[in-house]
């Protein structure tokens, strides 16, 4: 079972049906997106952090300053 709640003034609000017995108290665990990847998305991730570290091992490397100054020159 999934309830959404959202937090109101430091408060937790829940305004989900549910059919609970009155009284039934919930753990709520804050969800991580970064878990959520499914088994594609995993894939493409592992791929691109391999394709990188051949990258770097290359010496194929860009100054990240060196990108922030051609994009805020645009």
């Not at 017995?21 to 990847?37: A, H, M, R, Y």
């Not at 995993?42 to 051609?70: C, P, Q, Y």
């Amino acid at each position: 079972m999934t309830i959404k709640a959202r937090v109101n003034a430091g408060r937790l609000v829940v305004n989900e049906p549910t059919d609970l017995p009155e009284g039934t108290e919930l753990e709520l665990l804050p969800l991580d997106p970064g878990d959520w990847l499914d088994e594609a998305d995993r894939a493409a991730l592992h791929n691109a952090l391999h394709d990188s570290n051949v990258d770097v091992a290359a010496g194929r490397l860009v100054d990240a300053d060196d990108i922030l100054k051609e994009l805020r020159s645009r």
